[in-house]
């Protein structure tokens, strides 16, 4: 596709559960955040993949987040033990490089933790 | 730290008139970028307007433009002949030119078009 796609678009579960967000990024986009947007809030920063780099996690809120990027493209955003200050809309963005500045969001998942 | 503060949780405008929305921000850094986008209610972020902050020419997007005034940290977003497609949550974004590859975001301003 043209875009960045997310799934699924709507999760809910209970909680304790484990949760797995996808993001696929715009092919050829080697830059690839993951944000936490709570309802009315701006986006808080989770984690950030640039090529083969280590990933930066310094946003992830709890050892209960994680997330990893295979071949350089698709990433799943995992969350262990669901609770409910973890709903929120979950954003991927994608970037064609670090030189560059545009990012280009997914629609976003939300996921209501019951 | 950087954090960039915007002050209007709500805006509304009557549609064809203008609207300007506030955003500021507080940074050490002399070089830098500054962002507004926009998330309507679909949730998709879409840029709308970017700034360096080493042009003093203010960018400028067709209905768009901004007021970017360096020394006071400021960068609003005035937006002309406002339509109903532009009814949204619109979000000021900075970034750092060398060091800092992550966008720092502010609270969002939510824009209600009156038809």
């Known amino acids: 596709g043209a875009g960045v796609s997310q799934s699924p678009s709507n999760k809910v579960t209970e909680k304790g559960k484990d949760v797995e967000l996808r993001c696929d990024p715009i092919s050829g986009h080697t830059a690839l955040y993951w944000y936490r947007q709570s309802l009315g809030q701006g986006l808080e920063f989770l984690i950030y993949?640039?090529?083969?780099?280590?990933?930066?996690k310094s946003g992830l809120p709890s050892d209960r987040f994680s997330a990893e990027r295979t071949g350089g493209s698709v990433s799943t955003l995992t969350i262990q033990r669901t609770q409910q200050e973890d709903s929120a809309v979950y954003l991927c963005a994608s970037v064609r490089g670090s030189s560059y500045n545009e990012q280009f969001f997914g629609p976003g998942t939300r996921l209501t933790v019951l | 730290a950087q954090t960039v503060t915007q002050s209007q949780p709500e805006m509304s405008v009557q549609e064809a008139e203008t609207v300007t929305l506030s955003c500021t921000y507080d940074t050490s850094e002399s070089d830098y970028y500054l962002f507004w986008y926009k998330q309507p209610p679909s949730r998709q972020m879409i840029l709308v307007i970017r700034?360096?902050?080493?042009k003093q020419q203010n960018a400028t997007e067709n209905r768009f433009s901004v007021n970017f005034q360096k020394a006071a940290k400021s960068f609003s977003l005035k937006i002309s002949d406002s339509q109903l497609g532009d009814a949204a949550m619109y979000f000021c974004a900075y970034r750092g030119k060398d060091s800092n590859y992550q966008l720092i975001w502010g609270a969002g301003t939510k824009l209600i078009i009156k038809p």
């Open positions: 993949f640039q090529g083969n780099s280590a990933p930066d």
């Open positions: 700034q360096e902050a080493y």
